[in-house]
């Protein structure tokens, strides 16, 4: 909850009040993809996928305001944070990974992409694209491992 503390106050002025909640809701919709394709029948709890996401997002506003996020201390953040995600057991590698690229792409949408093409709407739109494709992704992964 620090972290999100720490990272709300990072990305927050920047993006504003919507954008951030965009970000946030689409890196946990991704998470939660990712931990359903990597092992759809574990119980996971927790929101640390939409954390990993927002380090992504992070990572992208940084790398667009043309700041190393090496430098900055996110990325080495990021990098200790996924090897704890790999040498500890029941840690959802798949939550963190999948909440990682979803926040990532999410956050390319709604600051490189929206600088490029200069319409807030398109980036919006792509989110709901990505938001739809982890949900489907989710149900996918969760049906076949039902079957």
Known sequence: MYL???????????????????LYFVSLLAGSCGALILDPNV???????AIFGLMGGG??????RGIDPMASG???????????SFLISGISIGGHVGGLI???ACGWLLVEFRER????WLSYLGCAVLAVAAVAGGLAAANAGLN
């Open 4 to 22: 999100l503390y720490v990272l709300g106050q990072l990305l927050e002025p920047g993006l504003g009040h919507v954008r951030f909640a965009i």
């Open 43 to 49: 119980v996971t709890v927790g929101a640390s996928g």
């Open 59 to 64: 990572v992208v506003a940084l790398h667009a």
């Open 74 to 84: 996110l990325g080495p953040l990021i990098l200790l944070n996924l090897g704890l």
């Open 102 to 104: 979803g926040g990532a």
């Open 117 to 120: 093409t200069r319409s807030p």
